[in-house]
Structure formats: structure tokens, C-alpha cells
């Protein structure tokens, strides 16, 4: 695809401090430029549990309405209403979310990523996640 200029500046910054040689921002990056192909395993076992699957649908459906220019405050604001809407404490599906995000343990904050992806892909990623780990009951 066809990244600004901007927005390769907003994930270099947001990587700048998990990586040591510039060959590394593709690898340590990936999701920022592609859907997760693969999900971390371990992280999906421990995480990708009831009710995780209806949190991240919803929270999907809730991010696509986000304006473009909604911060990563934003985003998170948004992700702890849902969660406290429906009796679920935000900590316990942030796990969720970050797998869902990314396919992996580590990274920026996972509000950070959401927000430089923008609420169309962002919305979009939430629910490929969805079709590639299925839902939990």
C-alpha cells in the first residue's frame, strides 16, 4: 500500500524505542502495514477467552464511528465504556485486544497502534481478528 509520509513518521516514533537497526521496524512493525497472518499461540490460550469475542465485535463496531483524527485517548476512553457497559473490567480483555490488534505479546500501547491505523482499519483488523480466532462463549 501507499503510506504517507506522516504516518511512516508516527510508527517509526512509536517503534523507535523496541528496536536497535532500522532492519528491524518491518519485523518488530509488521501490523502496522498488514493484518496479522499468524496469532501468538501462548497469548491466544491465555487470552482469547469468554468474553472476549463479543467485547472485541462491539468494540469494533464502536471504532468505526471514531473520527480520523481521534487521539489514542480516544480510543481507550471508548474501549473502557464498552467494557464497563457490559460489567467487564477493561484489564481483563486488554490482552485480547492487543492479540486482536497485533497477533502478538509486545509492542506500543495498543491504544497508540489503534489510533495511527485509523478507525476504518482499525474496525477492520478487529474484525479479521474475529474470522481468524473465532468468537469464545
Not at 471504532?63 to 480520523?68: H, K, R
Not at 474484525?127 to 473465532?134: D, K, P, T
Amino acid at each position: 500500500g501507499a503510506w504517507t509520509d506522516a504516518y511512516l513518521e508516527r510508527v517509526v516514533g512509536l517503534l523507535l524505542d523496541r528496536v536497535h537497526f532500522t532492519t528491524e521496524l518491518l519485523p518488530q512493525g509488521r501490523y502496522f502495514f498488514e493484518h496479522p497472518t499468524a496469532y501468538d499461540d501462548a497469548m491466544k490460550a491465555k487470552q482469547w477467552k469468554a468474553p472476549a469475542s463479543d467485547i472485541i465485535a462491539a468494540y469494533a463496531d464502536t471504532v468505526a464511528a471514531l473520527s480520523p483524527s481521534a487521539a489514542a485517548a480516544d480510543y481507550e476512553a471508548a474501549f473502557k465504556a464498552l467494557a464497563e457497559a457490559r460489567s467487564v473490567k477493561p484489564g481483563s480483555v486488554m490482552g485480547a485486544l492487543r492479540l486482536a490488534t497485533t497477533g502478538v505479546p509486545q509492542g506500543p500501547a495498543v491504544f497508540d497502534i489503534l489510533a495511527a491505523l485509523g478507525p476504518e482499519v482499525s474496525a477492520q483488523r478487529l474484525r479479521h481478528s474475529l474470522s481468524a480466532l473465532g468468537t469464545v462463549s
